[in-house]
């Protein structure tokens, strides 16, 4: 069972879970200390223009200037339009420093890099990507299925999409009815209207339209028929989720539910242990093996150890199990802590490479249901795999994590002693420099004792060399490996004393403190829903969907159609009763046919039957090649045991009338769907009178044919002419 748990008591951290049964295979986070600008969109005006990086940068409101290359700025904007004669055209041709313009936001910033911008918009809705100013964009989700692809080709081309805009079909659409996408289109049309009333309301920088948040975008993005409960555990974010329900999703909303029980809302579930796991940086695995994730500035490592892993029968079975355990194990921690980037997998070693295709093919299997973009290499004879994946949004590193204030981030620190030796070079370098009288080193409590204890000579002999004086001030409110060296020239007095020197602890507001502190900047267009609720679709249009799916899936969704009830006269070959199936050839003295076999009839323009005019080429029935007439001399002992054996009496003259009826280069083909009609509206196509049977008597019952005795000539003579 599928459940989305939003977990909203905390104000400073708005938490959402997709769970099955109680696995956590999705989850999202939010601070609203720190804002997440993904996809607002800003008003910026462009500060500087770099024709070596074909680029500008541009002012949104942000400490940090935002990135936009010439490639990613709409020819909307450019002051003269393009000549393609003309070559390359130069940057500062087309663009001016001071000039406005409406930007998004594509990718956030990171490290000592800005804003990734671009002012080709996108505007998610349930079921499509309006591209407003971007008419080359557009296309259907890669996760459709080819059998659906063509349906959904076929109700965008009905939909009412504007001039110069592009669309994109999410994977949501499927299954869905052209009133419901259209609905879907007319909203997102009336948000672009309102983001361009406002663009030209105010003068830039300002924040135009803003991200909805976490659980907004939760329930656009993963609410789908197969979650089975929505609980939330508070009120007002309850009352929000029904209201954007009752908007967007009105056939949904009954699955959206408030949880009030006592015990929290994730400890319900046992989902609080896995998400500790997603800060972690080594993660267990269920054989007893364990995946290390390390960051680095280029890329992710990730590292495989079978540690206590004993599965397996020898060392390869247990590498194999331990790697695919790996492969499905890194596919959900990369989907749970939203990482992106480049990843290199360092695999345990592996000598088969069936085993390697193995690990490969379960990791790509293992990636399906992520909504990110995932582009999987192969295994390297160093038995590395490199891999890819979209970032959506910052990581959850990157909204719940700071660097650690000793390390900075790195994970280690300097010893002691390699510390402590360090700063006395840096002593000696700074006593050498002319006009030194004095150094005074700030050191943490362990370097400082180590110097004045074990290194006490070596300070003596600086000072005796260079003539300088050397003072150590140790201090509780340093931590390995911060220190300070102060150097004073000649002449200088000091005017206080060793002690006194020691820093006093200064009283820091933490950061998140200041964060939270900080005025958040509200957008010009806020609060936007449609002015009407979606389209609940029909059951009758839910039934036409099955039973197009299911013509699909069988392969006769076209015959099917081209098969109406009203026309019985269409298939008279298929309405055989069970005394006017093809019988054996009645027993002559000529013929060599086997048991089983009906006698073919020579061609003539009576007995041929024309094709039907209004089936489409997969209804109409391939003609058979004519077959070579088997020898005589082969038949001869075949043909006087079949004659002996026939005992089917006078109803083999009718049986071949109907057999040859049957048979001929038109014979319906047994795969095709019989569609069952009344026994009064049943109207056979006109049959040649030399085909007919023999007319029964007056008194005989229904379905039964008079016996007669068969006349041997005309089956001879039937054989003859065919030789």
């Known amino acids: 069972m599928k459940r989305m748990l939003i977990n909203a008591t905390q104000p400073e951290e708005l938490r959402v879970a997709l769970v099955e049964g ?15 600008k993904k996809a607002n969109i800003y008003k910026g005006i462009i500060t500087r223009i770099e024709p070596s990086l074909e680029a500008v940068f541009v002012n949104y409101g942000a400490d940090r200037h935002g990135f936009l290359p010439l490639k990613e700025i709409a020819p909307m904007y450019f002051s003269r339009p393009l000549n393609p004669e003309e070559g390359r055209a130069q940057i500062k041709e087309l663009i001016q420093e001071g000039q406005e313009l409406v930007i998004q936001i594509e990718k956030e910033e990171r490290g000592n890099k800005g804003a990734a911008l671009t002012t080709y918009i996108a505007l998610a809705g349930s079921y499509l990507v309006l591209m407003p100013n971007n008419p080359r964009a557009g296309g259907i989700s890669r996760r459709i299925e080819s059998e659906t692809r063509s349906d959904l080709k076929d109700i965008v081309a009905s939909l009412d999409i504007p001039e110069g805009m592009g669309l994109i079909v999410r994977t949501a659409a499927e299954g869905k009815t052209a009133e419901e996408l259209q609905w879907d289109l007319n909203y997102l049309l009336q948000l672009w209207d309102a983001i361009e009333r406002s663009a030209q309301e105010r003068q830039a920088p300002f924040l135009i339209f803003q991200e909805s948040n976490v659980i907004i975008r939760a329930l656009r993005d993963h609410l789908r028929a197969d979650i089975d409960e929505i609980l939330i555990d508070n009120p007002a974010t309850y009352r929000m989720v029904r209201n954007f329900l009752q908007q967007v999703m009105p056939n949904l909303i009954g ?46 490592s990730i590292d495989i150890n079978s540690a206590r892993s004993t599965k397996g029968g020898n060392i390869e079975e247990t590498a194999l199990t331990t790697n695919l355990e790996a492969a499905e194990e890194i596919a959900r921690q990369l989907r749970l802590r939203d990482m992106g980037g480049l990843f290199v997998i360092d695999f345990i070693d592996m000598l088969a490479s069936r085993n390697q295709r193995a690990v490969e093919n379960k990791l790509r299997e293992a990636v399906k249901s992520d909504r990110a973009r995932v582009q999987i290499g192969r295994i390297s004879r160093f038995g590395l795999l490199e891999m890819s994946r979209q970032r959506l949004r ?111 602890e200064e009283s ?59 026309k019985p006269a269409e ?19 000529r013929g060599g046919r086997r048991r089983g076999q009906t006698r073919r009839p020579r061609k003539t323009a009576e007995n041929t039957l024309e094709p039907r005019q209004d089936a489409s080429p997969e209804e109409q ?103």
């Not at 994970?411 to 510390?419: A, F, H, K, M, P």
């Open 508 to 566: 820091q507001i933490p950061d998140f403190a200041s964060e939270s502190a900080k005025k958040i900047e509200q957008p010009a267009v806020k609060d936007f829903l449609p002015t009407t609720p979606a389209p609940v679709q029909s059951k009758a249009s839910s039934k036409d969907l099955i039973k197009r799916f299911w013509r699909k899936l069988v392969g006769g969704g076209k015959t099917a159609e081209a098969q109406p009830e009203e």
């Open 22 to 36: 109680q696995k956590l295979y999705d989850f999202d986070i939010e601070v609203p200390s720190r804002e997440q």
């Open 255 to 300: 699955k959206a539910k408030l949880y009030e029980d006592t015990v929290p809302l994730f400890s319900r579930f046992q989902i609080e242990s896995q998400i500790e796991l997603a800060y972690r940086r080594e993660v267990p695995l269920p054989s007893g093996g364990a995946i290390v994730i390390d960051h680095t500035e280029a890329l992710t």
């Open 621 to 723: 029935p391939a003609h058979e090649p004519p077959r070579k007439r088997q020898s005589n001399r082969r038949g001869t002992n075949r043909r006087r045991r079949g004659g002996r054996r026939h005992t089917q009496g006078g109803q083999n003259k009718n049986s071949a009338s109907e057999g040859t009826r049957q048979t001929g280069p038109e014979t319906q083909n047994p795969a095709q769907p019989t569609v069952s009609e009344p026994a009064q509206d049943k109207k056979p196509s006109p049959t040649p009178a030399a085909l007919l049977p023999p007319p029964q008597a007056d008194n005989a019952p229904p379905n039964e044919v008079k016996a007669e005795k068969p006349k041997p000539q005309e089956p001879a003579k039937a054989s003859s002419e065919e030789e």
């Open 394 to 504: 910052p990581s959850l590193g990157e909204s719940s994590l700071i660097p650690c204030p000793r390390c900075q981030g790195q994970g280690t620190i300097r010893g002691t002693e390699s510390l402590a030796l360090s700063i006395l070079r840096i002593i000696e370098e700074e006593a050498i420099k002319p006009n030194t009288g004095r150094v005074v080193v700030h050191l943490p409590l362990e370097p400082a004792t180590f110097l004045l204890n074990e290194k006490r000579h070596m300070l003596e002999q600086i000072e005796k060399r260079h003539e300088v004086s050397v003072v150590i001030v140790p201090s509780k409110h340093l931590e390995t490996p911060a220190y300070e060296i102060q150097r004073m020239r000649d002449g200088e007095e000091v005017e206080q004393i060793s002690y006194e020197q020691i820093p006093k």
């Open 571 to 589: 298939q008279p070959l298929q309405e055989t009763t069970t005394a006017e199936r093809p019988q054996r050839r009645p027993p002559t003295t």
